[in-house]
Structures are given as C-alpha cells and as structure tokens.
C-alpha cells in the first residue's frame, strides 16, 4: 500500500487536521464530514465521511485509516454505549441512510462462549468477534479472542465444541 501523510496546519494554528493518499484516494480531514470523536482504549479516534462517500478514521490525530461503509456502522456499533442514543440513531440516518432503529449489535450474533460477567460473540454477516462485558462491547481479533479464551477456559463449560468450531486450525496435543 503507498501511502504518503501529509500534514496541513492552518496557518500553523491547528495541527490535528490532515491528508493522506491511500491506493488513489485522498483523504481530508478538513474537508470531509467529522460523523463522531471518540476516546477509545488506543487513544482519541475520529470518523469521517468523505463528499464521494468514502469512510475513514483519524487516529490520535497522526494516523488515516480508510474503512468501508459496514466497517464504519460496525465502528458506530461498537461505541454506541458512548452516544446519547438519540444522537446515535441521527448519525445513522444521515450518514448511513438508516431510517429505522439500528439492532443491538449482538442480536445476529452467534454466543459462542461465557465466561463470569463477560460474553463473546461472532458478529454476522462480519464475521468478527465481539466481547460483551456488562454494557460494554469490545471488538476483538481472532488472536485476542483465542487469548480471551485461553484465559478464561476454566469457566468455559463447551471448550471443545468452541475450538472446533472457531478455531479449527488450532494444533491439539
């Protein structure tokens, strides 16, 4: 992937704004549309929407990561619990063009392990994994998961039917 940052202060006043390149498409911060800003467990991240349509965060204000339409809803999704629900459901409408009541992120979802207070979920269509803790829900990698369930196997009634099912290239001794 080429990619070239450039930052552009405005009159060197205000440095969080920026363009990158990315495979042909350029994104600007300072021209697209700021959708929300959240502080999460990486640091402070923004989502933007370009005027062609094209999603992307801007991370800690240093870094441009382009991101579908559905990786952009599922980004909403997963820091819904951060939004007043009233200002979640107009994001959606305005920026994604949903008219209806947004569902609970986990209600495609397949449970796929419980552990104490926490949950995890394979997401669908998106196959990915999401950890339930409380009114909190965490994307994870496959690798975070599998560490997730490493840690909590004690508690884990269906361990091996979970690994077979999930995890089939897992080695067993």
Do not use: C
Not at 74 to 98: C, S, T, W, Y
């Amino acid at each position: 992937m080429n990619a070239v940052n450039i930052l552009l202060p405005d009159n060197f006043k205000n440095y969080n704004q920026m363009k990158k390149i990315i495979n042909g498409v350029l994104y600007d911060s300072e021209k697209a549309q700021k959708i929300i800003e959240v502080e999460a467990g990486i640091g402070n991240r923004k989502l933007y929407k370009t005027v062609n349509s094209n999603f992307f965060t801007l991370e800690n204000d240093a870094e441009i990561v382009p991101m579908s339409k559905q990786e952009s809803i599922d980004f909403m999704r997963i820091h819904q619990a951060k939004i007043e629900p009233k200002k979640f459901q107009q994001i959606l409408n305005v920026f994604f063009g949903f008219n209806d009541k947004i569902q609970n992120p986990l209600k495609n979802a397949l449970k796929i392990a419980e552990a104490s207070n926490e949950v995890l979920h394979l997401s669908q269509p998106g196959r990915q994994f999401l950890l339930a803790k409380n009114e909190n829900i965490d994307l994870l990698t496959s690798g975070e998961a599998l560490a997730w369930i490493e840690e909590n196997q004690i508690n884990i009634t269906n361990l091996d039917l979970v690994l077979h099912n999930w995890f089939p290239t897992i080695k067993r001794a």
